[in-house]
């Protein structure tokens, strides 16, 4: 089952996805009832939108899940939360939360990319952790694209509860790399970070895992394809660097053939290899 809910971040009413492991249930009074409680409001809704063709029925209250936090990429309606991989990863038994960070499908604020916006990930993580059904030991986050700035500042950051597992997919390593690199990009990264790299060096720096790494204290997954022409090869090679130097707990998956995106056979076998690394002891 996936649903959009609303929650508070800072002062503002944001939008995320939340999707159930197969066969699980919980009704939406009940969800909408733990948001409003944990928030202190009335006015957070829960609102389904999509069911799986089996119904459920084991009761949500009945178990206990590890969390899949997925930071989507891109910026307002470009490189938005996907369905499709929300239902993927719910496949492989964890609750999947999905920020769409504020100011996308209709949440308050505006997306900083990778400043505001990381309080987004941060306080839907502490209301899934203080639900009596979640393992709080196992909330692992991934960030895809330019997600990995939000998901590298939340493993930094967020210490009730600390983050179990760090993924990079296909991940930006070093925001003023990409500044250089995707002219077609500047003018956004200018708008919503506040000026240049040469202007404001410190806000990238502040942005980029790699600049992180020394705060990161759980173990990282790289996972990147060689072809990549969005975020280039580069950004996965300067966090394996980083992570070496700093003789960090790390792994690395990498696809010699494909790109920032794969066909969808691909995809779903990169998310198994994904999860078989996150529940490794």
Same mark, same amino acid.
């Not at 197969?22 to 409680?37: C, K, R």
């Not at 929300?86 to 769409?100: D, K, N, S, T, Y």
């Not at 900083?112 to 839907?124: H, N, P």
């Not at 393992?135 to 590298?152: C, L, P």
């Given at each position: 089952?996936?649903?959009?809910?609303?929650?508070?971040?800072? /002062?503002?009413?944001?939008?995320?996805?939340?999707?159930?492991?197969?066969?699980?249930?919980?009704?939406?009074?009940?969800?909408?009832?733990? !948001?409003?409680?944990?928030?202190?409001?009335?006015?957070?809704?829960? !609102?389904?939108?999509?069911?799986?063709?089996?119904?459920?029925?084991?009761?949500?209250?009945?178990?206990?899940?590890?969390?899949?936090?997925?930071?989507?990429?891109?910026?307002?309606?470009?490189?938005?939360?996907?369905?499709?991989?929300?239902?993927?990863?719910?496949?492989?038994?964890?609750?999947?939360?999905? *920020?769409?960070?504020?100011?996308?499908?209709?949440?308050?604020?505006?997306?900083?990319?990778?400043?505001?916006?990381?309080?987004?990930?941060?306080?839907?993580?502490?209301?899934?952790?203080?639900?009596?059904?979640?393992?709080?030991?196992?909330?692992?986050?991934?960030?895809?694209?330019?997600?990995?700035?939000?998901?590298?500042?939340?493993?930094?950051?967020?210490?009730?509860?600390?983050?179990?597992? !760090?993924?990079?997919?296909?991940?930006?390593?070093?925001?003023?790399?990409?500044?250089?690199?995707?002219? /077609?990009?500047?003018?956004?990264?200018?708008?919503?970070?506040?000026?240049?790299?040469?202007?404001?060096?410190?806000?990238?720096?502040?942005?980029? *895992?790699?600049?992180?790494?020394?705060?990161?204290?759980?173990?990282?997954?790289?996972?990147?394809?060689?072809?990549?022409?969005?975020? /280039?090869?580069?950004?996965?090679?300067?966090?394996?660097?980083?992570?070496?130097?700093?003789?960090?707990?790390?792994?690395?998956?990498?696809?010699?053939?494909?790109?920032?995106?794969? *066909?969808?056979?691909?995809?779903?076998?990169?998310?198994?290899?994904?999860?078989?690394?996150?529940?490794?002891?």
């Amino acid at each position: 089952m996936i649903y959009q809910i609303s929650y508070m971040s800072d /002062d503002y009413q944001v939008k995320g996805y939340l999707a159930l492991p197969y066969g699980v249930i919980a009704s939406t009074e009940q969800l909408t009832d733990w !948001l409003n409680s944990f928030y202190k409001t009335s006015t957070l809704e829960v !609102l389904p939108i999509a069911c799986p063709l089996h119904p459920a029925t084991k009761p949500i209250v009945e178990g206990q899940y590890p969390v899949f936090v997925y930071c989507r990429g891109g910026i307002g309606r470009v490189g938005s939360v996907r369905m499709d991989w929300l239902e993927r990863f719910a496949q492989h038994g964890h609750i999947v939360f999905a *920020p769409c960070y504020r100011g996308a499908e209709g949440g308050e604020g505006r997306d900083e990319f990778g400043g505001g916006d990381v309080e987004d990930v941060l306080s839907g993580i502490r209301w899934l952790n203080q639900l009596p059904f979640v393992d709080e030991q196992r909330i692992s986050i991934m960030g895809f694209s330019r997600g990995s700035v939000n998901a590298a500042q939340a493993a930094v950051r967020s210490t009730e509860p600390p983050l179990s597992r !760090l993924i990079l997919w296909g991940g930006v390593s070093d925001l003023a790399r990409t500044y250089e690199e995707r002219i /077609d990009l500047r003018r956004m990264l200018k708008r919503v970070i506040g000026g240049s790299t040469g202007k404001y060096p410190e806000r990238y720096e502040a942005r980029s *895992p790699v600049a992180l790494v020394e705060q990161i204290y759980c173990p990282v997954l790289v996972i990147h394809g060689r072809q990549d022409l969005q975020v /280039d090869y580069s950004h996965a090679e300067n966090m394996i660097q980083r992570l070496q130097e700093l003789d960090k707990e790390y792994d690395v998956q990498i696809y010699e053939d494909y790109g920032h995106h794969m *066909p969808e056979n691909v995809h779903r076998q990169a998310i198994t290899a994904m999860f078989d690394w996150i529940q490794q002891k």
